[in-house]
């Protein structure tokens, strides 16, 4: 199964589907082309959403 251009290994269709969400999966590719690292889970009516891991607090760009 592909999502944004990504193909899911066996194992994380297997963690979805078992547990309901997969760990960090890396390389997806949004609408403009920009990669972007999230885990997936389902939302309430079944549909595969993306879960976003919380961005650390940092000092930011100067």
């Given at each position: 199964r592909n999502v944004s251009e990504k193909q899911l290994?066996?194992?994380q269709i297997t963690d979805l589907l078992t547990k309901g969400k997969t760990g960090?999966?890396?390389?997806?590719?949004?609408?403009?082309?920009?990669?972007f690292d999230a885990a997936l889970k389902f939302d309430e009516?079944?549909?595969v959403?993306?879960?976003?891991p919380e961005?650390?607090?940092?000092?930011?760009k100067k």
């Open positions: 290994s066996d194992q960090i999966v890396k390389g997806f590719k949004s609408k403009a082309g920009k990669t009516n079944y549909r959403t993306f879960d976003f961005k650390k607090a940092g000092k930011g």
